[in-house]
């Protein structure tokens, strides 16, 4: 599966849909600055910020968010504590995965 690039947006609130979202990672680079992330689709998915890696297996490492429900992270900004990729799989089947970035 081919990586979601945010990293170029400039223009917020962004809102991204991604369609047929499977069990695997699907990869989501995202710009420098402090953002608020909001991710969830309407089926059951996990969310990864470590050992992302598109295609591969979800890492243990990740939280679960159900399905028709939103999580909400606010992400740091300074290169030290900085998130610039997550990954995000629906739980089994499919997932309609919506992402939507502000400025934080």
Same mark, same amino acid.
């Given at each position: 599966?081919?990586?979601?690039?945010?990293?170029?947006?400039?223009?917020? @609130?962004?809102?991204?849909?991604?369609?047929?979202?499977?069990?695997?990672?699907?990869?989501?680079?995202?710009?420098?600055?402090?953002?608020?992330?909001?991710?969830?689709?309407?089926?059951?998915?996990?969310?990864?910020? &470590?050992?992302? &890696?598109?295609?591969?297996?979800? @890492?243990?490492?990740?939280?679960?968010? @159900?399905?028709?429900?939103?999580?909400?992270?606010?992400?740091?900004?300074?290169?030290?504590?900085?998130?610039?990729?997550?990954?995000?799989?629906?739980?089994?089947?499919?997932?309609?995965?919506?992402?939507?970035?502000?400025?934080?």
């Amino acid at each position: 599966m081919a990586i979601i690039d945010l990293s170029a947006t400039t223009s917020y @609130p962004l809102i991204k849909y991604a369609a047929t979202v499977g069990t695997t990672q699907q990869e989501v680079t995202l710009p420098a600055g402090k953002l608020k992330l909001t991710v969830g689709g309407d089926a059951a998915c996990f969310i990864a910020t &470590s050992g992302v &890696s598109d295609g591969a297996a979800m @890492p243990t490492d990740k939280v679960s968010i @159900p399905a028709n429900n939103l999580l909400e992270l606010e992400l740091g900004h300074s290169a030290s504590d900085r998130i610039d990729t997550f990954a995000v799989a629906a739980q089994t089947g499919t997932a309609n995965v919506q992402i939507i970035l502000e400025r934080a």
